[in-house]
C-alpha cells in the first residue's frame, strides 16, 4: 500500500518535497496500482482531474478504467504507456517510423542474447525488458561485463542495444493525443559516485533547462522523435495522453532516442516544476481534455537544480521475477 496525495493543485507549492506532500496535502492510503480502489476514492470526492504520477498505475490500466469511469486523466492509457513500460515496443515502433535511435536486437533467453552479443562492438547497452524505473539498463564497458548482466538478468525479454556516445538531454512533451508540445528540457545525473563514476541509478540531481538542447536541436527532436511517435500511437488507435518524456542521446548525427518515459522523471521533475508559468491544474487539464492546441506552456527563464541525498546502498539491482 502506498500514500497518494489528494489534492487540489491550485494549493500545493510545486517545490515542496516528496516528504513535504503531507504538508500540503491530504495523503490517503490506497493502492494506486487497483483501478477499482483508485476510482471508489476519486467517486468519493469528486475529483475533477486524477494526475497518474509513477509508471506502474499507468501500465497497470489505471487510466483506462478512469476514463472508463468518465474521470479527466493525466496520463496515458496502458496500451500508450508501453512506451514506458517495453523496450522493444518502443524499439520496434522507432524502427516501423524511421525515429532514430540506437541499433538493437530483441531476445528472449540467456543463450539469444549472449548469441546476439557478438555482433556488437564494446562498449554495449543490455537492457531488462520491463519497468525498472531507470535502473534496469547496464552500459558495459567490457564483453565480460556485458556477458554477467546478461546472466544477471536471467531468460526474460531483454534488448540488446549499440552504444550511442554524446551528451545525454530529457525532452519533456506534453501530449493529448494529437498535439504534442515541447515543455522543458532538463539533464539528470546517473551515476551514484562523485565524478561521475560507479553505476547508474534512476537520476542523483536534475537541472532544467539543459543548454545542450539548444532551440535548434530541440526543434529536431520534436519533428524527427516525439511528433512522429505521437502520431504513430494515434495512428495505431492507441493515442498517448500525458507527459513524453525523451530521453535523448545528442550525437554527431543529431538526438537519438535513448528511451521514453510516461511520466514525469524522478527527480527532473522537481527541477522543472518550480519554472512552469501560469496555472498548472488547467494546463493538465487541457492535457486530459484533449485541448492542449489552446493551450500555451511556458517556463520562465530562471535555472532550477535538485539534488538527492541518497542511501550508500544504492542502487539495487531490481531482482527478475521468474
Ligand atoms: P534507459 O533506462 O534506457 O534510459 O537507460 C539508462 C541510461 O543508460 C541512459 O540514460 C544512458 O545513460 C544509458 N544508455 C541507455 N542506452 C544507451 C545507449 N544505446 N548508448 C549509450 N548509453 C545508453
Ligand atoms: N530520472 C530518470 C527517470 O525518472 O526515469
Known amino acids: 500500500m502506498a500514500a497518494e496525495a489528494i489534492a487540489d493543485l491550485r494549493n500545493v507549492d510545486r517545490r515542496a518535497g516528496k516528504s513535504g506532500i503531507a504538508r500540503w496535502a491530504e495523503c490517503v492510503p490506497v493502492d494506486p496500482c487497483d483501478p477499482a480502489a ?10 475533477d482531474l486524477v494526475v497518474i504520477g509513477p509508471e506502474a498505475p499507468l501500465v497497470a490500466g489505471v487510466g483506462d ?16 504507456a508501453q512506451l514506458e513500460g517495453s523496450k522493444g515496443f518502443t524499439k520496434d ?19 539469444a542474447a549472449h548469441d546476439a552479443l557478438k555482433g556488437f562492438g564494446i562498449p554495449v547497452v543490455i537492457k531488462a525488458d520491463g519497468l525498472a524505473a531507470g535502473k534496469g539498463v547496464t552500459v558495459a564497458m567490457s564483453r565480460e561485463e556485458a556477458e554477467a548482466a546478461i546472466d544477471a538478468a536471467g531468460d526474460g525479454p531483454m534488448v540488446i542495444e549499440e552504444f550511442l ?28 559516485g562523485e565524478g561521475d563514476t560507479g553505476p547508474n541509478t534512476g537520476g ?14 530541440q526543434q529536431r527532436a520534436m519533428d524527427e522523435i516525439v511528433i512522429p511517435t505521437a502520431k504513430a500511437m494515434a495512428d495505431a488507435g492507441t493515442p498517448f495522453s500525458g507527459v513524453l518524456y525523451a530521453g535523448l542521446m545528442l550525437t554527431a548525427d543529431g538526438p537519438k532516442l535513448i528511451e521514453y518515459n510516461a511520466r514525469f522523471g524522478d527527480p527532473e521533475c522537481e527541477a522543472i516544476m518550480p519554472l512552469i508559468e501560469g496555472d498548472f491544474a488547467e494546463l493538465l487539464l487541457a492535457v486530459a481534455t484533449g485541448r492542449l492546441g489552446e ?16 542511501a550508500q546502498a544504492i542502487p539495487v539491482r531490481p531482482r527478475r521475477v521468474a
Open 38 to 47: 483508485v476510482i471508489a476514492l476519486a467517486e468519493g470526492r469528486a475529483i
Open 93 to 111: 515502433l522507432c524502427a516501423a517510423n524511421a525515429i532514430p535511435t540506437a541499433g538493437y536486437v530483441r531476445v528472449e533467453t540467456v543463450a
Open 165 to 192: 556516445s554524446g551528451e545525454e538531454a530529457s525532452l519533456f512533451a506534453l501530449v493529448d493525443g494529437v498535439t504534442a508540445v515541447p515543455l522543458a528540457s532538463a539533464q539528470d545525473h546517473k551515476r551514484v
Open 65 to 80: 478504467a478512469l476514463r472508463n469511469a468518465r474521470f479527466a486523466v493525466f496520463g496515458p492509457n496502458a496500451a500508450a
Open 295 to 310: 493551450a500555451h506552456p511556458k517556463l520562465s527563464a530562471n535555472h532550477s537544480m535538485t539534488i538527492i541525498v541518497a
Open 204 to 217: 542523483m540531481g536534475a537541472y532544467c533547462p539543459a543548454p545542450v538542447l539548444t532551440a535548434e536541436l
